[in-house]
């Protein structure tokens, strides 16, 4: 993917950008390689296949965390919109019973449409992103539970919504690599998101809003307009998200959701994108997100006890912010 | 370089570290993997110590994981996945949501990983055996303390959470039974459902209280319908026998008080024990029956800060 650090950090021996990626990349090289020894049962297809699996949805949380982080905000809301967008395409195929296309789209349109309210309410009300995406969380929770009264709305009536994240199409092609379509599709998002971060004038703009909002404002931008663009962007992703674990679960489980942005964004912090704005990258997000699974499922193939699970969760954490200030202190 | 050198050190330094952590299994020890509805929860810690005993008992290795919270299905699915690649001898699984975890299920049983499922089980044909609450025995229990308390003549009632819920119907068939077969002199007046909630028992209480003032005893059949039974009782001064079900603190604090005269509490750590035991059942090839009852037990304000009463015991 496009090497999109802002130009600051691409001078001599530093630790740049890229560098940043390269740790974070060994980091997780080195829990596979671990791992690998540690037992017998963790290079086992099926179990690649359950990481990968169990990143899918982190992963492209993370993701619309990013681009949201690289404007210098923050999105506490990743985790309910998802959920939200859930329930929304468990309205449009479950109780109205349309067609499964409509149902991908309304979820994605939700998500958008999220997106679009908290990036006004921060744009033009200049309510700080962490108490608008805050209360964004809490009022998406509280809809997701009216809407669904309080009960999991389940797609066994869709019967193609459950091939989105668990069907394959490649093991359909290729037997032995039976790599769900969840994957792919974090994946496809990753790609895409890292073309938008790269290649055009909204990526342009999400770094230059991180980097120096008001430089940006002076130079005769309308920056409220590419500010609310980038949380709608990361809105239509949640929605992306929301239909994978709907998919997965096969149903909507309205309740689900809080706490899962801390996830996405301590795959966001893992990747070297920097929480002050300006400087991240997608590839170091996906990294990020694999780092968490990997660790996940690595601890819980070796018996580890949950209590110590988490605080080795943790320990990673801190040292890969560690990292992240180290690398702004030589700058 | 220094820098990566050390955070790449501190890594895999972990790692190993976890490695080194985790519990050797020797040959013939069997690995059971239990994975269940939640983890911090005071219900769960007793289930998981009932496991624990068991896997001190018989000398087999038992993990235990749960989401943080029981709406964390997703989360579930990842601990099932991860037990499975880890080929444990056998699994213990209480779903959070039965459908969703079927994909995992199947492949646990083309595997040859023998399921048992525990606490609220799983709708499924695939678990040999659920170890869970005889709620049928467990409200028989309330059914003879009521007649008890109320010298074994007059007029009772009950107020349940619902007429569908498997809980629901055991509890009331279990406590309507117990009477009509033992206690002739005992006539059930009445049983009403409130939905578990506090509120709606309550008002249903005080009318089941206006209808028949000769009323000797109410059983709430949950947490719900007992504190709503407790506080019509109260609302309307009415000194009636009331006999609850499961703890809770509310629940603990009108047990004390005397406004309850007692509850059924179920048996977590029963529960946790008698998993493990019926997973090294089935590894040794036993046949297991369809349920596998936990246990459950009587507690009023005499026994309740009794150390195995005091144990099963949650807020």
């Known amino acids: ?331 | 370089m220094l820098n990566r050198r050390h955070l790449l050190g501190a890594i895999s330094a972990l790692a190993m570290l976890a490695s080194a952590g985790a519990p050797a299994l020797a040959q013939e020890n069997y690995d059971i993997a239990l994975i269940s509805k939640g983890f911090q929860h005071q219900f769960w810690q007793a289930v998981k110590a009932g496991a624990d005993q068991a896997a001190a008992e018989f000398g087999v290795n038992v993990t235990f994981e749960g989401p943080d919270t029981e709406t964390q299905v997703d989360r579930q699915m990842d601990m099932l996945a991860a037990a499975l690649s880890r080929q444990p001898d056998a699994i213990g699984f209480a779903a959070l949501d039965s459908q969703a975890a079927t994909p995992l299920l199947q492949q646990a049983e083309a595997a040859n990983i023998p399921i048992i499922a525990f606490d609220s089980g799983v709708d499924s044909d695939i678990p040999l055996t659920t170890v869970t609450t005889d709620n049928v025995a467990a409200a028989a229990l309330a059914a003879d303390k009521m007649a008890e308390l109320i010298g074994n003549a007059g007029k009772v009632a009950v107020v349940a959470h619902d007429q569908t819920s498997r809980t629901g119907i055991d509890r009331v068939d279990g406590f309507v039974n117990r009477i009509a077969e033992a206690y002739p002199d005992i006539e059930v007046v009445s049983v009403q459902y409130g939905g578990g909630d506090q509120l709606q028992s309550t008002e249903i209480t005080k009318s089941i209280l206006l209808a028949n003032p000769d009323l000797k005893g109410i059983f709430g059949a949950n947490e719900g319908s007992a504190l709503g039974v407790a506080n019509g009782k109260t609302e309307l001064g009415s000194d009636i026998v009331v006999i609850g079900f499961d703890s809770g603190a509310a629940q603990k604090g009108m047990v004390e008080s005397g406004v309850m005269a007692g509850a059924i509490t179920q048996n977590p750590v029963g529960i946790g024990y008698e998993t493990v035991k019926a997973a090294i059942g089935a590894l040794n090839g036993e046949t297991l029956p369809e349920i596998i009852d936990s246990g459950f037990d009587w507690y009023d304000a005499s026994n309740m800060n009794d150390p195995e009463i005091a144990a099963v015991l949650y807020d």
């Open chain 1, 1 to 331: 993917m496009t090497d999109t650090a802002a130009p600051a950090q691409k001078s001599g021996i530093r630790i740049s950008g890229a560098f940043h990626r390269l740790l974070a990349f060994s980091g997780l090289i080195a829990l596979v390689v671990v791992f690998s020894l540690a037992s017998p049962n963790f290079m086992q297809t099926q179990n690649i296949l359950a990481i990968l699996q169990a990143t899918s949805v982190n992963g492209v949380l993370a993701i619309a965390a990013t681009l949201v982080i690289i404007t210098g905000g923050i999105d506490l809301s990743v985790g309910t919109l998802m959920t939200f967008c859930a329930v929304i395409a468990g309205v449009i195929l479950t109780y109205f019973g349309l067609p499964l296309p409509l149902g991908v789209l309304g979820a994605i349109l939700a998500g958008t449409a999220c997106g679009l309210v908290s990036g006004t309410v921060i744009a033009k009300l200049k309510v700080p992103p962490f108490i608008a995406t805050l209360g964004m969380m809490l009022i998406l929770k509280g809809l997701s539970l009216v809407i669904s009264g309080t009960r999991p709305i389940y797609f066994n009536d869709t019967p193609g919504f459950t091939q989105i994240s668990q069907g394959s199409i490649i093991g359909a092609l290729v037997p032995a690599l039976p790599i769900p379509n969840g994957v792919l599709i974090l994946f496809a998002v990753a790609l895409i998101a890292a073309f938008v971060l790269g290649k055009t004038a909204l990526g342009r703009y999400t770094f230059a809003l991180g980097s120096n909002e008001e430089a940006v404002r002076l130079s005769g931008v309308n920056v409220d307009r590419w500010k609310i663009a980038v949380y709608a962007t990361a809105g239509s992703i949640c929605g992306v998200a929301g239909l994978l674990i709907a998919s997965r679960l096969n149903s909507a489980q309205p309740a689900l959701g809080q706490g899962y942005e801390l996830d996405a964004i301590a795959a966001v912090v893992i990747g070297g994108t920097s929480l002050s704005g300006g400087r991240g990258t997608v590839l170091g997000t996906l990294i990020g997100a694999l780092i968490i699974s990997v660790l996940a499922n690595g601890l819980r193939i070796l018996s580890v006890a949950q209590e110590w699970q988490t605080v080795v969760t943790g320990t990673i954490i801190i040292l890969a912010v560690y990292a992240d200030i180290l690398r702004r202190r030589t700058l």
